[in-house]
């Protein structure tokens, strides 16, 4: 069991032992195993990965990213320069198909639109753009139509839950509804959350996920 503080303590080393962050850019709070992150970053990237570290933390329910990106005006890029930058991105990134995304650059925030067949074609795109310079947010407007036409089967995706190792998957519930799955129940950890999402995300035929798992940890009621 961890008190809040023993909690905010372990993002906080989480996030020191990053090399691309700076912790002292970053606060740090929590409450009742959600934690709030605050402060201001050059990249979108550090943004990124300080929330990537603390999702990782063991005690994590959720995570509140109020984290900002702020450039110096001297030698800052311009919408149309980002523009040009992400679709050069996603022209070289190989998961990608040609033409099927459409970016859009308004004050350093980067839209993609567009409809793919996979989820990891769309995490591909979103992650193509994360280190692009002057990247200040995404928003990952992609939609999944899958090529697929097999019936989704729920026991498969359970099958594969069960398969990784990772997953502790006694109190996942799999619903299919037409091409969406529902996952509901509880996991141990942010991240086997994000991991069974993924391996739903994999199955044919999925247009959408609706992840609905809650993370379970005990923490202490007294800090």
């Not at 022209?91 to 990608?96: D, G, Q, R």
Request: proline share 2%; hydrophobic share 40%; no cysteine.
């Amino acid at each position: 069991m961890k008190t809040n503080e023993e909690l905010q303590k372990d993002v906080q080393n989480a996030i020191k032992w990053e090399p691309l962050l700076n912790a002292a850019e970053i606060g740090v709070t929590v409450k009742d195993g959600i934690v709030t992150l605050t402060g201001n970053v050059d990249t979108y990237a550090k943004k990124m990965e300080a929330e990537m570290a603390t999702k990782n933390v063991a005690g994590v329910k959720a995570v509140v990213e109020k984290i900002e990106v702020s450039f110096s005006n001297s030698g800052k890029p311009t919408d149309s320069e980002i523009a040009t930058k992400v679709v050069n991105a996603l022209k070289s990134n190989y998961s990608i198909p040609s033409d099927t995304v459409k970016v859009k650059v308004e004050n350093g925030w980067v839209t993609l639109e567009g409809v793919l067949h996979w989820d990891y074609q769309r995490q591909a795109a979103k992650n193509a753009v994360h280190y692009l310079d002057g990247v200040k947010g995404i928003v990952n407007n992609i939609e999944i139509k899958s090529n697929s036409h097999d019936a989704i089967e729920q026991k498969d995706i359970e099958d594969a839950l069960e398969r990784n190792w990772s997953i502790n998957s006694e109190d996942i519930k799999v619903r299919v509804a037409g091409t969406k799955v529902i996952l509901s129940g509880a996991v141990g950890s942010w991240y086997e959350k994000e991991e069974a999402g993924r391996i739903a995300w994999n199955t044919p035929g999925v247009w959408t996920v609706e992840n609905e798992l809650e993370v379970e940890y005990d923490l202490a009621l007294m800090d």
